[in-house]
């Protein structure tokens, strides 16, 4: 692996981590098609976290970074992952190695996590990869700043003249392009929130959503601003 693919790996690991509380709805069922049968493989007793990562074909893949949010573990030439599951991590997921397609789901967002269910002491989970023709070596961001509607009218706007010249640009792109939503998906209103999700979903190119301050909402005086309503949307 040159100092490009290095790059663009550890690059892939930031974003993942960055993107953690950024998961959408339909966290119920695994998101990323995991292999079947499932292949038996061989962890550590004390593992409670761990499963198979491998391509369409069933090859393993190694070197592919997993993360339950609070540690990150590698996949070995077997393509098996392991780790101590962290108490309060809720969701695993995977850093997508250049020379992968990034998935994304029915609602078009990528699809690189799989929520857990806690009510297990182990847990498996299988990630399936999809490989590309080559190696990506460049890409275009198109990021998204605050689009932070605060009424309805202005998150039509957001989706009929902000998204359009995303869908725009991106078919014009010589090169594959990916898009970042920085946060402050809507002005603290969180009914408008899944409206405006859905049209980032709409882009044609995988869009991760980062949730900002005026995504965190609060009920009342006496609670904490948190990110729940944003992930679970």
Known sequence: MNRFEALMRRAALVLALLLTTACGGGEEEPRTPSAEPPREIEVDASSTLYGFVGDTAGNPVEGVVVSDGFQCVATDAGGVYEMKRNAAAEYVYYSVPAEFKIRTGHDGYPDFYVRLDTSQQ???QDFTLERLAGVERSFRLICIGDPQPAKAEEATRFEREAMVDVRRTA???AVPCYGVALGDITGEKPDLL???RRSLGTAGIPVFALPGNHDKYK????TPRDASYFRYT
């Open 122 to 124: 182990k847990i498996r």
């Open 219 to 222: 009920v009342d005086d006496a």
């Open 194 to 196: 899944a409206g405006v």
């Open 171 to 173: 078919t014009a792109s």
